[in-house]
């Protein structure tokens, strides 16, 4: 009797051991991993960063007297590769991103702008483009924006650089985004070896999300029924959100009540007149994530063709972005600018005879 109690009590430790194990190997369904991941990112203080954004198609035929000068622009367009590096960590602030635009073609060009950011100024390098006159005395110099400066001459409240609490708040509506969206119709898994991953991504998991035309009436009405009233909900009640986008209540009673009123109004009506005129719509995103659970890769390819009176033609973007060295020390490769490198907006426009006139409005 004690035998075969005691070969039972075996049995289950190996079997609780076991479940256990496989506990811990098991991918979590689409929607939990995504979940999981975006409560992670809240944990993210550091990390090095790469990405690009290319036009693999981008077909709108040109008409009318402009013909000539709308063909040559659609022909850079296609030929043309953004792409970028940088790094950040939280405290005390820092980013950089070195931005790069690569043209291919009869005119070739490629150029860099540096930015550097922390929590009160941001310095722009002046990029080096052959084909203007950049003066020597401001060339390869960075522009220097004092955003508390910047928001004394505006009247507006110092742009909000806690990058925290963006994040938390995109957690939030990404959360409240997944809890409205039906698992099945718009998410999946994808074997890691199947989601053609860069080789120096250590993803565990990927996760798929994908929306074409046949989805797109049940996604709007989820927005407009669900999704968006619980996000005016979410900044209604959160006043740190609220100051951070710079609204106001009385701007988000606006919103709610546009909302009500397409809610009133015939939405499948709306969608069936996009679709008489969206010949395509296809959005492939794939999410990798790690071991630990945080997101580490995203791609997505986005294609739309569209058959109208005013518009006819077709684009396909594609955007990578990968992230690296979570939580360890961020690589910067530019650094705060030294006092020598520095000019302020005022030398540049005195320098450039105006070119770079108003930019310094848009912050």
């Excluded at 005395?137 to 650089?161: I, R, W, Y």
């Excluded at 007149?273 to 719509?281: A, M, Q, V």
Aim: glycine share 6%.
């Amino acid at each position: 009797m004690f035998k075969r109690k005691f070969g039972f009590a075996i049995v289950a430790l190996l079997m609780t051991v076991a479940l256990v194990l496989g506990g811990c190997t098991k991918d979590k369904s689409p929607k939990d991993a995504l979940q999981a991941s975006m409560s992670k990112s809240a944990d993210i203080k550091s990390y090095n960063f790469k990405g690009s954004m290319v036009f693999e198609d981008f077909n709108f035929p040109a008409e009318g007297d402009s013909a000539a000068e709308a063909a040559a622009v659609l022909n850079l367009m296609k030929s043309a590769e953004l792409s970028w590096t940088g790094a950040y960590r939280a405290d005390p602030m820092m980013m950089e991103l070195n931005l790069q635009l690569a043209l291919k073609g009869d005119l070739a060009i490629t150029f860099n702008v540096p930015v550097v950011m922390t929590e009160k100024k941001i310095w722009v390098k002046i990029p080096n483009i052959p084909m203007l006159p950049i003066p020597e005395t401001v060339k390869d110099k960075f522009v220097e924006l004092d955003l508390e400066e910047l928001a004394k001459e505006s009247g507006q409240p110092l742009p909000n650089m806690d990058v925290a609490k963006s994040q938390k708040f995109s957690n939030d509506v990404m959360g409240i985004l997944f809890k409205h969206l039906d698992e099945k119709t718009y998410l999946k898994s994808i074997k890691v070896k199947d989601a053609a991953l860069p080789s120096d991504v250590n993803a565990s998991q990927v996760v798929q999300f994908h929306l074409d035309q046949s989805q797109l009436e049940g996604f709007v009405n989820a927005v407009v029924e669900k999704i968006a009233p619980e996000i005016f909900e979410l900044l209604s009640t959160n006043a740190e959100y609220r100051d951070m986008m710079q609204l106001k209540q009385e701007d988000l009673d606006e919103m709610k009540k546009d909302l009500e009123e397409v809610k009133s109004g015939e939405v499948s009506k709306t969608i069936d007149e996009i679709k008489k005129e969206l010949k395509k719509l296809d959005i492939t995103a794939n999410f990798g994530i790690d071991k630990k659970d945080y997101p580490i890769y995203t791609d997505a390819k986005i294609s739309a063709a569209i058959e109208s009176e005013d518009l006819t033609g077709s684009v396909a973007i594609k955007i990578v972005s990968q992230t690296t060295g979570i939580n360890e020390e961020p690589k910067f490769e530019i650094g705060e600018p030294k006092a020598e490198e520095v000019v302020t907006m005022e030398e540049v426009q005195a320098e450039m005879g105006g070119m770079f006139g108003g930019f310094e409005e848009e912050f």
